[in-house]
């Protein structure tokens, strides 16, 4: 029984935007068409020839023709097609990107591509470090030193079984031919270097998972629709769903200030806050919004039809929760119809999606530095540990006559243990 | 005595584990083959036996009131062991039908990952089964036929991984390890004892030879590359 690690799901489990990961698998299938795929060259090392070699330059010009983009938005892809795990590099291993050039790459094996289900076992990296051990002869590098001896502790109950397991393993893999030997070291080397990378420093760039979870908690919301917007792009060449990338990108508090929606989203927030805003101040914010959007002559007049505009009126005599849900939906047709069309042809968007595809980089100074690396621990986002509170919440009343004081004590220490975390 | 015959019991699931997790790496790939798939599934069967016959072993062993706390220490010791051996194995088996599923063999353009391997996995699969030779024999349709029956014995499986949880009480963090850091840069193969079995011995005699073999190939053509060199 291995007491699995939930807190360093590098499997992600709990983010349904490793969807793209399906459509990736498409892509790489796609690439290995032998006369529509990526053309491949053998690699010659000292005295083995291996085949099966591309070049990055040949990965971006399969990718710019299949998809019709422009060699720098192709650059990008395939850096996330490398970074997911699916092409790794043969040459300067441990950068995960694309490039433009003669380097060559290699496509992983199945079995070493990311997936939703399947999280990645410590168990796993700790025998892949024995083994690696085993092979240069005790002389690891320093993260892997580090991770090995920081596994050897915690997972000291299992150690007998990742020795014994690192050692069959490495024979077994001693029974396979010179070639396919090379291979295989690269693919599982290749693998840890995108599921274990070493601690980077601040001045190169992040790969795509650092990225995405450094803008889960680093980067200001705005970002959040750009990735998305990003996103976009690719699943709309295959799904053609603007309908999902709109409502995603309105769920967001957008406050980036933009002249061609200002009023409306401004609006479309005020509506929200009124329908999920207390009970008392609703009066008081119906009245505040009809006076700055809705009255003739307000300072943020919004364009809506006579007809709404008389039934929002008409309702706001008598104002509840939902007395402007009409004109809500209008703007929201609105917007979506055609200020969402011509936001995504404006240059702003233009601009920020460029930063998306090629974000710039940190410019952390020493202080802010050492702050991130003290603050960087593995704990849970709060929409996990709410699934959890909910889950546990639902297990506790489906047993149903249960000792109420056993729950409502075990309840409240849990309460407790969260407390300090939540007053962050 | 009941000690030594689990320790070879469980060296050889080991073995089967480790030649198995190979075989699985190699499926979707251009070493996949009809030869892999019957490789997959002879492996697999050998490691249900070894699996029902180390856990039989083991429960009787563990039941038994009347032995002394070392020996049950070492017993909890080796239980650890076997549900290792058995976590992994069953996640390679829901892997391999997986993969096994999304990357079928008999239809008429043939998507295989161009990953660089193109040998055949015989050897490995030889050191699993404990035979000199692998001999094939299943149908040319094994590839989804395998299947089904790959379906079922996951089910098996996880039923008795989760029997094993129910009636075996050990504490898995209580177990502390022989093994100190970096104890795989030693050259000792087994459990805990110096080659016990049949089935150790053979693999020995096995690796030496192709030690020897893969030196003298390497002498031979480094020497036929500096020839032409010059």
């Given at each position: 029984m291995t007491i699995k690690?939930?807190?360093?799901?590098?499997?992600?489990?709990?983010?349904?935007?490793?969807?793209?990961l399906r459509k990736a698998e498409k892509v790489l299938l796609e690439m290995?068409?032998?006369?529509?795929?990526v053309k491949s060259q053998p690699q010659r090392l000292v005295i083995t020839i291996i085949p099966h070699a591309i070049t990055g330059e040949d990965i971006i010009a399969w990718l710019a023709d299949r998809f019709q983009i422009d060699p720098q938005e192709a650059s990008s892809f395939g850096s996330m097609l490398v970074a997911l795990g699916y092409i790794y590099p043969l040459?300067?291993?441990?950068?995960?990107v694309i490039k433009p050039d003669t380097s060559l790459y290699r496509f992983q094996t199945p079995y070493f591509w990311p997936t939703q289900q399947w999280p990645v076992e410590d168990t796993d990296y700790a025998i892949y470090l024995a083994k690696r051990n085993i092979r240069k002869k005790g002389i690891l590098e320093l993260h892997e030193q580090e991770q090995y001896n920081h596994l050897h502790k915690w997972m000291n109950h299992k150690w007998d079984f990742i020795v014994m397991q690192a050692k069959e393993q490495y024979r077994a893999a001693k029974e396979r031919k010179k070639p396919d030997r090379v291979v295989f070291d690269c693919q599982e080397r290749a693998y840890w270097v995108v599921?274990?990378?070493?601690?980077?420093?601040?001045s190169q760039k992040l790969p795509l998972n650092n990225f995405v979870e450094v803008f889960e908690h680093?980067?200001?919301?705005p970002w959040h629709s750009i990735f998305i917007g990003f996103k976009s792009k690719f699943e709309l060449d295959y799904s053609k769903k603007s309908n999902f990338v709109w409502a995603s990108f309105l769920s967001e508090p957008f406050t980036c200030r933009s002249k061609i929606v200002g009023e409306n989203l401004a609006f479309w927030e005020g509506c929200e806050d009124l329908k999920w805003g207390t009970a008392v101040a609703m009066k008081e914010k119906a009245e505040q919004i009809y006076k700055t959007?809705?009255?003739?002559?307000?300072?943020?007049w919004i364009n809506i039809d006579g007809k709404t505009m008389e039934i929002t009126v008409k309702g706001l005599k008598h104002?509840?929760?939902?007395?402007?849900d009409a004109a809500q939906t209008h703007i929201y047709m609105l917007m979506k119809k055609d200020s969402y069309g011509r936001y995504l042809k404006s240059p702003v968007f233009k601009e920020t999606l460029k930063k998306a595809v090629n974000p710039e980089e940190h410019k952390f100074n020493e202080v802010q530095l050492e702050q991130n690396a003290r603050n960087r621990r593995p704990s849970l986002s709060p929409i996990i540990i709410r699934q959890q509170e909910q889950e546990q919440r639902a297990k506790m009343a489906a047993s149903a006559p249960v000792d109420i004081t056993q729950v409502m004590s075990k309840l409240s220490k849990q309460g407790k243990e969260m407390g300090p975390r939540h007053s962050k | 005595m009941g000690k030594e015959e689990c320790k070879t019991m469980l060296d050889a699931l080991n073995k089967v584990t480790a030649c198995y997790r190979h075989l699985v790496i190699a499926?979707?790939?251009?070493?996949?083959s009809q030869n892999l798939r019957e490789e997959l599934k002879k492996t697999r069967k050998k490691a249900q036996e070894l699996a029902v016959a180390n856990r039989t072993k083991l429960t009787t062993l563990l039941k038994?009131?009347?032995?002394?706390k070392e020996d049950r220490a070492e017993y909890e010791r080796l239980w650890v062991l076997f549900s290792s051996s058995m976590e992994l194995l069953e996640v390679d088996m829901k892997r391999s039908l997986e993969i096994g599923q999304d990357f079928p063999?008999?239809?008429?353009t043939r998507h295989l990952i161009q990953t660089g391997m193109t040998g055949n996995t015989n050897a490995v699969a030889a050191r699993a089964m404990s035979v000199q030779n692998m001999k094939y024999e299943a149908d040319s349709n094994i590839d989804t036929a395998d299947l089904r029956d790959l379906q079922s014995e996951i089910t098996q499986v996880s039923q008795m991984m989760e029997e094993m949880e129910m009636k075996v009480q050990v504490a898995p963090w209580a177990v502390v390890a022989k093994q100190e850091a970096?104890?795989?840069?030693?050259s000792n193969m087994s459990v805990g004892n110096s080659s016990v079995g049949v089935i150790s011995i053979c693999g020995l005699g096995k690796l030496t030879r192709g030690k020897q073999f893969t030196f003298l190939h390497v002498v031979i053509k480094f020497a036929i590359f500096l020839l032409f060199k010059c």
């Open positions: 690690n939930a807190l360093r799901d590098y499997g992600q489990r709990y983010r349904p935007r490793m969807a793209c290995q068409d032998p006369c529509a795929g040459q300067d291993h441990k950068r995960l599921h274990r990378p070493p601690v980077r420093k601040h680093d980067l200001p919301r959007f809705l009255a003739r002559g307000a300072p943020r104002p509840h929760r939902y007395v402007l | 499926l979707g790939s251009t070493s996949d038994d009131k009347t032995i002394s063999l008999k239809v008429p970096g104890a795989e840069l030693k």
